[in-house]
Structures are given as C-alpha cells and as structure tokens.
C-alpha cells in the first residue's frame, strides 16, 4: 500500500515520537499506521508499506498487543492474521494512560510503600523519611485523581482539560 503524503509524514513522526516517549519507532510507526488507516492490515502489508522487516514487524505487534493497543482480527475470505486497533482517540489516550500506570507508577508507589513499612527505615534520617511519605502522598493522590479521569467522557474530560488553571478560581474564596 502506498501512502498518501499526510498520511505518511503522521506515520514517520508518530515513529520519531515513539522513540522519544520511550518506544521503539517501529511499534509507534506500526500503531500509527493501523490508526491512520483505519482498518484491519495483514503483517506482510505492514512490512510492505513501511518498508521493514517482517520479523521487526511480528516483535512489534506482539509487542503492541502486550500493550492492549492493537488486536488480532480475522478477514473473511483472508487466511491470514490482521491487526486492528481503535480509531477512537480518546479510547486509545485511555488505553496508553491506563498501561503507562500499570506499568509505571503503580510498581513505584509499592517500592515506595515498601521503604515506609521497611524496619530499615529507622536508620534513615527524619528529612529522608519525610521526603519518601511526601512522594508516597503525591503519587497515591495523582494514581487516584487519574483513574478518576479515566472514568470521565470525552466530552466532561475536555472540559476539565480546557478549565486548566482556571479550576484555582473555583476553589479560591472571593
């Protein structure tokens, strides 16, 4: 398949993107691709059209399905295996918030739980201590406001996005 020039230059940067948030840029080209797109493609489509290796692009989709990002779908008429994922912005934004926690600060607010209930604690200075409940608090406090987010529509969710900093005037006393 060949892309149109749009279509490819979000390919290219989402890749370049991917690379910088800490994926490989074949996963995020991958991803993009089957996002801008819009419909199911086979393995060897996808190697074709970004001009990679079928084996890159097998480690990548498992990779993504690991991440929940993409499915495996089947085509009538078509033996062969297809990967799909949503369209749907706001469910992909979801997906990757909901992953990037599971596999990021959850793990770090167990270790941080684990260092309070620790008998080694004592041998640590109270502004350690402190400074470790203080990190325990803000990323127990963020871990639930997030998942509250995530509960929210898209529509409420904009609107608490575009709020910003203006939210302080509603809980600031006049």
Known sequence: MKLNPIA????LHWGEMGSKWGVNRTVAQIHALLYIVGRPLP??????TLDVARSNVSNSLKELQSWKLIQMVHVMGDRRDHFSTSTDVWELFRVVVSERKGREFDPTISVLRECLNSADLKQEDAAVQQRIRETLVLMESLSTWGDQMLKLDPSTLMKVMKLGAKI???LTPK
Do not use: H, K
């Open 8 to 11: 490819q230059r979000f390919v």
């Open 43 to 48: 393995a060897d489509e996808i190697a074709e």
């Open 168 to 170: 302080q005037n509603l």
